[in-house]
Nanobody, 126 residues
């Protein structure tokens, strides 16, 4: 049974930082690309970041480029999202996802991902 469990969400002031983590189990982690998506209240879920199976390549949504960084540790089966210079518009539930088909390029589309976590809430205040 595949499980993806996010942690690290919370309340932070604008300009602050948070680090999200996702712990994976039940899959051969090093053969999956990992992605982060977010869903703000009343809006569709959107791509945030992705990292290939080896960690050799990353990609980001336009709104977070230069502020967020995704990394992974295949020995620990974890993927992290470092979020800096947070803005109120970053407020959302953040989801971790795993993709087998996109393992070598890290997909940016929801339908490329096979497994999803339940999400962790990030709230950025003014």
């Amino acid at each position: 049974q595949v499980q993806l469990v996010e942690s690290g969400g919370g309340l932070v002031q604008a300009g602050g930082s948070l680090r999200l983590s996702c712990a994976a189990s039940g899959l051969t982690f090093s053969t999956y690309a990992m992605g982060w998506f977010r869903q703000a209240p009343g809006k569709e879920r959107k791509f945030v970041a992705a990292i290939t199976w080896s960690g050799g390549s990353t990609s980001y949504g336009d709104s977070v480029k230069g502020r967020f960084a995704v990394s992974r540790d295949n020995a620990k089966n974890t993927v992290d999202l470092q979020m800096n210079n947070l803005k109120p518009e970053d407020t959302a539930v953040y989801y971790c996802a795993a993709s087998r088909r996109a393992y070598y390029y890290g997909g940016g589309s929801e339908n490329e991902y096979d497994y999803w976590g339940h999400g962790t809430l990030v709230t950025v205040s003014e």
